[in-house]
């Protein structure tokens, strides 16, 4: 998996199965089975960090979309994560909501 890839874990109760996270290692990386991984090609017009956000509020969805309803067990599968469909906006308007989230969950620290 390469650096930059958008990483959701795709089994595991309470609160794993559904989080998402962003690779930000400066080397690439291995999964186990237990993780899905989407790596944006530079040419994609998608940006790594609005990927990673949509994941992130689509989380109580596919939470919801891959519980266990006539299974023993819940899971979502790599099928799964290629049917999500994703609004892909303009590049600029992507690195709004970026720097939009950014700014409103920096922390500041009182002196």
């Not at 958008?6 to 089975?33: C, F, H, P, Y």
């Not at 690195?95 to 002196?111: C, F, H, R």
Request: glycine fraction near 4%; include cysteine; hydrophobic fraction near 45%.
């Amino acid at each position: 998996m390469k650096k930059g890839s958008v990483i959701i874990a795709i089994t595991g109760e309470w609160k794993t199965r559904g989080t998402s996270a962003l690779l930000l290692l400066m080397m690439d990386a291995t999964i186990n089975q237990h993780i899905a991984y989407i790596t944006p090609l530079s040419n994609n017009n998608i940006l790594k960090e609005y990927l990673y956000l949509w994941f992130k509020s689509k989380y109580e969805q596919i939470r919801f979309e891959s519980s266990d309803v006539g299974s023993t067990k819940a899971a979502i599968t790599c099928s799964d994560v290629k049917k999500y469909i994703i609004l892909l906006l303009l590049l600029n308007e992507q690195k709004a909501i970026v720097t939009d989230v950014e700014d409103k969950n920096a922390v500041s620290i009182p002196l």
